[in-house]
């Protein structure tokens, strides 16, 4: 499987201000996404990073607010723009596999962001 | 789009019991359903999964059953053990080349007590 890094692990950041968080994988892998987690909640998707291409934003997301980057199989910057108390969340970058005839989907552990 | 519902949102057992987790899903396209694990401060972790073509799944204690027909499928955990518990969600994608992305259930936070 692959093994996914995400930096920085945690933030607290204010008001106002952006992070941008960073995904490596150790494999080279055709499709990246960018998910959502609110305290307590499920996961929700936010984009999917296509390499040398703009990202794929889900309803309610937008590249002014969630701008990701893609610059090679390996990496992806997802940006947290102008941020709001409501944005506090945990982001996961994930990354799909081929395994014979499904593609499985493997998570980092995620940055922990709050937002005072 | 996909709506998948899972049940319960809580579930406590006692260590050695059995543990049974539920969703169901409402696109008959979607022919892929994987469980993940998520422990306090980490990432989900993939346990187990099924594709359309199977009904049941099994892997030492954990195992998957898949109903396509009545759209649901299930988690099943035997002999659970303190280390089980961690939240737990199902999810749902038709993993073809139109879409990879994976519908998530609410999770199910499972506790078991010694």
């Known amino acids: 499987s692959a093994v996914i890094s995400q930096k920085p692990s945690r933030d607290i950041c204010q008001r ?10 150790d494999s080279q892998v055709t499709m990246m996404f960018w998910y959502r987690q609110q305290p307590g909640q499920s996961l929700t998707l936010i984009a999917t990073a296509n390499q040398g291409s703009e990202a794929t934003y889900e309803s309610g997301f937008v590249i002014d607010k969630f701008p990701i980057s893609r610059p090679n199989l390996t990496f992806s910057t997802l940006t947290v723009s102008n941020m709001s108390p409501e944005d506090s969340s945990i982001y996961l970058c994930s990354v799909a596999q081929s395994q014979g005839t499904k593609n499985i989907q493997y998570f980092g552990a995620g940055t922990r962001l709050s937002v005072l | 789009g996909e709506n998948v519902e899972q049940h319960p949102s809580t579930l406590s057992v006692q260590e050695g019991d059995s543990a049974v987790i539920k969703c169901t899903y409402s696109d008959s396209a979607s022919n ?78 499972l506790l078991v007590t010694p």
């Open chain 1, 16 to 25: 106002g201000t952006s992070l941008t968080i960073q995904c490596q994988v």
């Open chain 2, 32 to 109: 892929y359903f994987p469980w993940y694990k998520q422990e306090l401060g980490k990432g989900p972790q993939l346990i187990i999964d099924i594709r359309s073509n199977v009904g049941e799944k099994k892997d030492q204690r954990i195992a998957v059953t898949l109903n396509k027909t009545a759209k649901h499928f299930s988690l099943h955990i035997t002999e659970t053990q303190p280390e089980d518990s961690a939240v737990y969600f199902c999810a749902v994608t038709t993993n073809s080349n139109s879409g990879y992305a994976l519908n998530f259930g609410k999770g199910t936070s």
